[in-house]
């Protein structure tokens, strides 16, 4: 069945409780899911859009974190049903939906991440149910929706409106979106600025979790005191780095 810790994050983002995510792009061995596992995080994000995860190697890393249950959502090449099943078919709990601007787009992975009678998604794969009954698992896989774009932005209210039942948590791309808005990583832009703030008061209208990938703790502090509730950073080698540096650091001190 779905893990202790898959039911305490769901109850984290209904509550719009601080939920932290790490970031994993790099590091596909299902070896190291014991260190995440005891981390301290709510859930990893696998990168599958940008990163080096696959469909021929995510179950091997997302069955074993199955096994120290331990979530994992993995961020989807694209919105469409080959990407959003197999995922879920091979031991993930839930989809990142890269580049989210349309009604459509959601119905689509709601009709794919859902058997029927919610949805037209097919069983099968080497972990999909994991104990779950139907409707076990059509209530405990997760889908996050990234909003990147202003349109994504100027079509939120909508999708929320609709479908907030089905939807985790809104996942914002400030990178994407900087770029979308026409001034490129420059994140203390006013443009950009004005597009997380109206994503933040619609998903804050509907009761929904919201976050960003955050580049620092100082942004997490900011955005914390400006709405939002899910935390996206820490990719695997800046822990690596810090990791490292704290045990020279603590021999150079000897």
């Given at each position: 069945m779905s893990s202790n810790s898959t039911a305490k994050l769901i109850e984290k983002l209904k509550n719009r409780e601080k939920v932290f995510s790490t970031y994993i792009g790099q590091a596909m061995s299902p070896m190291f899911a014991p260190a995440y596992a005891t981390s301290g995080a709510d859930m990893?994000?696998?990168?599958?859009?940008?990163?080096?995860?696959?469909?021929?190697?995510?179950?091997?890393?997302?069955?074993?974190?199955?096994?120290?249950?331990?979530?994992?959502?993995?961020?989807?090449q694209d919105c469409e049903y080959h990407c959003i099943s197999k995922c879920i078919d091979q031991g993930c709990d839930g989809i990142l939906v890269p580049r989210t601007e349309t009604l459509e787009q959601v119905e689509l992975a709601i009709a794919s991440m859902r058997f029927f009678p919610i949805g037209k998604k097919g069983v099968g794969g080497i972990a999909c149910l994991r104990g779950d009954t139907i409707d076990e698992f059509n209530k405990k896989r997760l889908i996050f929706l990234q909003i990147e774009s202003p349109k994504g932005v100027e079509n939120l209210d909508e999708m929320l409106t609709k479908y907030s039942h089905e939807i985790a948590?809104?996942?914002?791309g400030p990178s994407d979106m900087s770029i979308m808005c026409g001034c490129p990583l420059e994140y203390d832009h006013p443009k950009l600025i004005e597009q997380i703030n109206k994503t933040v008061e619609i998903c804050l209208s509907h009761g929904m979790s919201v976050g960003m990938f955050m580049?620092?703790?100082?942004?997490?502090?900011?955005w914390y005191e400006n709405g939002m509730n899910?935390?996206?950073?820490?990719?695997?080698?800046?822990?690596?780095?810090?990791?490292?540096?704290?045990?020279?650091?603590?021999?150079?001190?000897?």
């Open positions: 990893a994000i696998i990168d599958m859009e940008h990163g080096a995860f696959n469909p021929e190697n995510v179950g091997d890393f997302a069955v074993e974190c199955n096994k120290h249950n331990f979530p994992v959502i993995a961020r989807i948590g809104i996942i914002i580049n620092n703790l100082e942004w997490c502090k900011r899910i935390f996206w950073m820490a990719g695997e080698s800046e822990c690596l780095r810090l990791g490292i540096k704290s045990v020279a650091d603590g021999i150079g001190a000897l």
